[in-house]
């Protein structure tokens, strides 16, 4: 099977298809209309083989994954995501794979309304590079650096699932039968809260999606917004899987550390707050207020009632010495 065969097998006219796509797969570019008032919101994402999925997992896995990871993105930016390109390097044509590759695709860009607009074949180590774009109306994007000293600060879901499912998955835990498939779930097909990012552009402060662990997330709002933070422990939203599986002080460390959990993290001033309940009582996403933004320069403080505790709280770093 050729590139050009391969590219029509799997890729072309598959999935949703949308109106702004003037000119999709088969050229040399794609041709895109961005709608007037709208700002073009972009981000990029590379799964590697045996760093970000296990080396056997399946393709329809990994397009999901893939996808998700960077929707996940766009949602933390407040953007509603449009298209999506796919650089996609393999060892060789594996035709199984590749089926249920394009399967995965196909049901999430029909699951969200995206386009899958073009991409790049080529032979190498398995890698699946995905860039998604989206639109957000001009100056209303999400940023990591709108945070004051006063706001709330939330989450989105439960955290912590996606190292727990992590640990599970390679034996280092032991849980019980009931519990596997949704902890598997949240590890491999995390769900991007696409909604809430959009409905939280006129509400929330700040913004960003957990994928490093909570700490070293917040951290980035903290840097970025130059403030600090009090989290109380007590209060982060853990899963029944999770409160049945470990005692709480572990709960807690996955919640603040794993990496995964592809929730939002974001702050809402205290006049804003009463608008939060209305606005995000649209999509079907639980949220949990996890602490405050005070004054001061990048300080995490964590607590639990009024006093203060301490944890081992670094997250997935790549280049950790
Ligand atoms: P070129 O050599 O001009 O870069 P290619 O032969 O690589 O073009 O690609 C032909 C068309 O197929 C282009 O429109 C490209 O965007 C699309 N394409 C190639 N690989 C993929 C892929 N993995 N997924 C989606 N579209 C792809
Ligand atoms: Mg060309």
């Given at each position: 099977m050729k590139e050009f065969d391969l590219i029509e097998t799997f890729f072309k006219h598959k999935g949703y298809q949308r109106r702004?796509?003037?000119?999709?797969?088969g050229d040399d570019a794609a041709v895109?209309?961005?709608?007037?008032?709208?700002?073009?919101?972009v981000t990029?994402?590379?799964?590697?083989?045996?760093?970000?999925?296990?080396?056997?997992?399946?393709g329809r896995a990994v397009a999901n994954k893939a996808v998700s990871v960077n929707l996940s993105d766009l949602a933390a930016m407040g953007a509603e995501p449009a298209w999506l390109s796919l650089s996609l390097s393999m060892p060789e044509i594996d035709k199984e794979w590749?089926?249920?590759f394009s399967l995965g695709l196909q049901e999430l860009t029909e699951y969200y309304s995206v386009q899958l607009i073009g991409g790049d074949t080529v032979k190498g180590p398995l890698s699946v590079t995905i860039t998604a774009q989206g639109f957000v109306p001009e100056n209303q994007a999400l940023t990591r650096g709108g945070a004051k000293p006063g706001d709330w600060i939330y989450v989105t879901g439960n955290l912590g699932d996606g190292g727990l499912a992590l640990d599970m998955l390679q034996g280092r835990m032991d849980v019980?039968?009931?519990?596997?498939?949704?902890?598997s779930n949240r590890l491999n097909c995390p769900t991007p809260r696409v909604l809430a990012g959009t409905m939280l552009r006129r509400v929330a402060s700040a913004c960003i999606d957990i994928s490093d662990g909570l700490v070293q997330d917040l951290r980035h709002i903290l840097n970025a917004s130059q403030v600090s933070a009090t989290i109380q422990v007590d209060q982060l939203p853990l899963s029944q899987a999770m409160q049945e599986s470990v005692v709480n002080d572990q709960a807690i460390r996955y919640a603040l550390t794993a990496g995964d959990d592809y929730e939002l993290l974001f702050t809402v001033s205290e006049e804003q707050k009463s608008h939060l309940q209305h606005v995000l009582s649209t999509t079907s996403e639980g949220f949990t207020c996890i602490g405050q933004i005070i004054g001061g320069q990048g300080k995490l403080e964590l607590r639990r009632g009024k006093e203060k505790v301490h944890y081992d709280v670094l997250g997935f770093q790549h280049f950790r010495d």
């Open positions: 702004d796509v003037q000119i999709g797969i895109l209309s961005v709608p007037a008032g709208q700002s073009l919101v990029t994402d590379t799964l590697l083989s045996g760093v970000h999925f296990p080396v056997n997992t399946p590749l089926n249920g019980a039968p009931r519990h596997k498939n949704y902890l």
